[in-house]
């Protein structure tokens, strides 16, 4: 629901202004079920003898298959709450005023006040986990300390603080969104324009990543079982799932495991409650020509920053211990002990993830376009992008190093901005794009002719881009600080440029980039030392050198092109014929070579990125 106004003042009564003053209020409302292929149950087996057996662990004599483990490889079940109905509210208020100074210079000016409300739940079937509340398990105990409810819930849970309906904060109130912007004719008698300007957007955190970070798929509204080997002994075709708790026994808290409990540790995501509204700066300058009436030629620079993105990030990565500086009471470092060297005990290294908003980017480009209005049965429009964008946020591009949305792109979370900052997952050096419509002159002589080759309209897009960028890495790397990998490193006296190679694509599928410039990321010998001066028990790896996204894959070309006949059937009624032509040159399009250096195909491109070429036709009757 939403209620928008705009009250306006015309230049009769401001002289040369026009003025505009208006607000909007939204109160939107989703009503969600919460997508999962768990609450059916996802079952493992390896084999055709596994599944005709289908026995858990045990004697054969009771019932199992003799041995230490089911026939059933793995088990993925989950059960809890999973409707929610979300709320947020927005209000703003806004003033513009178009002045026009003189004939040939006019500007646009603008202020625009917005606040953006958080999510919160009807019934308060969110929650969340603060860090600030957090105590460490008792010695072979359990905790649910951090634990907080909304406090409009209608299942509180004895013990669990209550905080505010949308488990932040507060709304960030300091949205004042300035906009600038000037359009100047330099020429009295020809047709060049200049335009520039200047304007801070605001934007509200993406729903998807919020909903899981507030208790979607966790503890307490969700419990989820994941088992195999020896924890899934007991599961058989017969009964391949444990009995999950009723719908009625939710909330159910979260229990945080100390290392001698003897249970393992959780993995949770959540909000961190003092979230800000991310916003983007945007500014350009460009030039416009006119030539003659119907081409236009557009010559400019476009840039943007964004500033408190949002970002998932991980809290508990491993730290580093000595005897000057023990960690949990450790003294030393191994891979073995990394989940005791964690700032929150109870998670995993790579198990507490919290949604920030200290994300930013940085994009600067060349921008050209040339745009031909409709004249003698053609238009078009050319539009060319020299331009690079920075950021320490991961995005999903379908390739790259990390394709998981809003994630942080450093490898060490302790270091966000030195590590993580570099090209983004989207980022394309240059991109071309040339779409035409071509209507073929009508033919004049016989009716038949007339039907059969007037009436045809023809229409294209070329698309020719760089590739994507992608990071070297290592998925046996950072083992002593807990985690599942991290980038390679160079070669001694490599670089970047050792690593390039050229030739056409077709030659270097094998090879694409220089595999002799990159090692594996530093293993510490045990009773070693790291580079920085901490003990290693047991060998173990550490980060790796190279920066994120310092290589670019294969370049892409596309060419889709359509052509289309509509033929009038008597008075009101008429027919389209419409043949459509995807990829039509079938351009091979490669994706990103293998970058894990672990990975024995590394260096190797075997996959596409794109489809053949596909041609439909279509046949629609208007009546």
């Not at 970070?213 to 966790?218: D, E, I, N, T, V």
């Not at 599961?235 to 979260?254: G, M």
């Not at 998670?347 to 409709?374: E, H, V």
Request: glycine share 10%; net charge positive.
């Amino acid at each position: 629901m939403s209620l928008s106004d705009t009250f306006g003042f015309s230049r009769q009564a401001l002289g040369r202004h026009d003025l505009r003053i208006g607000f909007e209020v939204r109160r939107e409302i989703y009503t969600v079920r919460l997508k999962t292929a768990t609450h059916r149950g996802v079952m493992t087996i390896n084999s055709l003898a596994d599944f005709l057996l289908g026995r858990p662990a045990g004697p054969i004599e009771t019932g199992g298959n003799g041995t230490d483990f089911s026939n059933i490889e793995t088990i993925l079940f989950g059960n809890g709450l999973v409707f929610r109905d979300l709320l947020a509210a927005d209000e703003a208020v806004f003033v513009a005023d178009d002045w026009k100074i003189h004939p040939r210079l006019t500007f646009n000016l603008g202020l625009r006040y917005e606040v953006l409300g958080n999510l919160s739940d009807k019934r308060g079937v969110i929650s969340n986990f603060e860090l600030r509340r957090y105590q460490t398990p008792p010695i072979g105990g359990v905790t649910s300390t951090g634990l907080v409810q909304p406090s409009n819930t209608e299942f509180p849970l004895p013990g669990v603080p209550l905080v505010s309906n949308t488990l932040t904060d507060g709304e960030d109130r300091n949205n004042l969104a300035p906009r600038f912007g000037f359009a100047y004719k330099p020429f009295h008698e020809r047709n060049t324009l200049v335009r520039g300007g200047y304007g801070i957007f605001y934007d509200r955190l993406a729903s998807r990543p919020l909903i899981q970070s507030l208790g979607g798929r966790s503890a307490p509204w969700f419990r989820q079982y994941q088992l195999s080997g020896t924890s899934n002994a007991n599961s058989s075709l017969q009964n391949p799932f444990p009995v999950p708790p009723a719908l009625s026994d939710f909330p159910i808290p979260f229990e945080l495991p100390d290392p001698l409990s003897g249970r393992p540790p959780l993995n949770l995501m959540f909000l961190y409650p003092g979230i800000r509204s991310p916003y983007i700066q945007q500014y350009s300058l460009n030039i416009q020509h006119a030539f003659g009436a119907d081409l236009l030629l557009e010559v400019g620079y476009v840039g943007s920053k964004g500033t408190r993105l949002e970002e998932l990030r991980d809290f508990n990565q491993s730290l580093l211990a000595s005897a000057s500086h023990p960690i949990n009471g450790i003294t030393t470092n191994s891979p073995k002990n990394a989940r005791d060297r964690v700032p929150y005990i109870g998670f995993s290294p790579i198990g507490l993830l919290g949604t920030m908003t200290d994300g930013t980017s940085n994009y600067n480009s060349l921008q050209a376009s040339i745009t031909k209005r409709l004249g003698r049965g053609l238009q078009f429009l050319g539009a060319y992008t020299y331009g690079k964008c920075l950021s320490t946020v991961n995005t999903n591009s379908g390739t790259g190093d990390n394709v998981d949305v809003f994630t942080s792109g450093a490898q060490n979370n302790y270091n966000i901005r030195g590590d993580g900052y570099g090209p983004a997952n989207f980022d394309r050096a240059q991109r071309f794009v040339l779409s035409s419509v071509y209507s073929f002159p009508a033919v004049r002589g016989h009716h038949v002719l007339e039907k059969l080759l007037g009436g045809w309209l023809a229409s294209g897009v070329i698309t020719v881009q760089s590739g994507l960028p992608f990071s070297i890495t290592d998925s046996l790397g950072a083992s002593l600080y807990g985690l599942n990998g991290s980038r390679a490193s160079f070669a001694p006296g490599t670089t970047i440029d050792s690593a390039l190679v050229s030739g056409p694509i077709e030659s270097r599928l094998a090879r694409y980039f220089n595999t002799a410039a990159f090692a594996r990321a530093p293993l510490v010998a045990a009773g070693g030392q790291t580079s920085d001066g901490f003990p290693v028990a047991e060998p173990g790896t550490v980060f790796g050198n190279t920066g994120r996204n310092i290589l670019r894959g294969p370049g892409q070309r596309n060419f889709d092109a359509a052509l289309t006949k509509r033929v009038g059937i008597r008075e009101r009624g008429s027919a389209e014929f419409r043949a459509e032509f995807f990829n039509a040159f079938n351009n091979v399009n490669f994706a990103i070579p293998h970058a894990d250096i672990a990975n024995p195909d590394f260096g190797i491109i075997d996959r596409t990125s794109s489809s053949p070429s596909v041609i439909q036709f279509a046949l629609k009757l208007y009546f």
